[in-house]
């Protein structure tokens, strides 16, 4: 079997789900047809995905009844779809209030997705939405303090989100090394204690001690 992506919860490869146990060495990608229905039902759950029209990387969040899981996808817009793995089509969903790219997508414990900074073909984004499924309404959240774009967003055990590093354009491009919580049942960002480096792009894992291992990047 060949391993999941970096992010060790996501697999590239078609129908196959991400899988880890004793037995493995680390996660690795398991082929969906051969799993037990009874081990593995089928999902009736939904993949937000934030389309776009131009070529640039972006975010997906997927969800299913035990697991939640962020992935790359490629195309920018405000425009959202969404897909169950059973139908396997696709049906527009409701648009973001603000258009972006490079930003990132969490599943909250709530159920809901957070969409946090990004860039537009104009400027960065330090501003935050959250997708409602059982409505299909976006709506506007807190403001992180720092405009970022390339960064990563991590769910942690207590339900909040962890935003870290990035790349900021104002005044001039750099990569960021700042950090942010964002807590759901407020709406509000903090800032947090700041990463040794700077990094744009990089990885960012929670761990089962509640620690974060944020590895890689651009600096």
């Known amino acids: 079997m060949v391993r ?4 060790n919860v996501t697999c590239s ?13 680390q996660p690795a990608c398991y082929p969906m047809p051969l799993a037990n229905i009874q081990i593995c039902p089928p999902s009736t759950q939904s993949i937000i995905l934030v389309a776009s029209s131009t070529r640039v990387p972006n975010t997906t ?18 425009s959202a779809r969404v897909t169950t793995p059973i139908t396997t ?19 909250l414990h709530n159920g809901k997705v957070l969409v946090a900074g990004g860039a537009t073909t104009s400027y960065d984004q330090s501003s935050a939405e959250l ?8 709506t506007i959240t807190g403001s992180m303090h720092d405009a970022r774009f390339g960064h ?18 104002s005044p001039n491009t750099n990569y960021l090394n700042s950090a942010e919580l ?11 204690g700041s990463m040794n480096n700077a990094r744009y792009e990089h990885t960012a894992s929670v761990l089962t001690n509640r620690k974060v291992l944020v590895t890689g990047g651009y600096s």
């Open 13 to 25: 490869i078609p129908q196959t789900i991400c899988v880890s146990g004793t037995r493995c060495q």
């Open 131 to 138: 997708y409602d499924p059982s409505t299909g309404n976006w």
């Open 152 to 169: 990563t967003a991590s769910v942690l055990t207590n339900g909040k989100v962890l935003v870290t590093g990035g790349a900021s354009t």
């Open 182 to 192: 964002y807590d759901p049942v407020t709406g509000i960002w903090t800032t947090t």
């Open 61 to 78: 969040a997927a969800w299913n009844a035990t697991t939640t899981s962020v992935a790359r996808a490629t195309n920018s817009t405000a």
């Open 89 to 107: 089509t696709w049906s527009p969903t409701g648009n973001m209030n603000i258009f972006r790219f490079k930003h990132t997508e969490s599943v």
């Open 4 to 7: 999941c992506n970096l992010d």
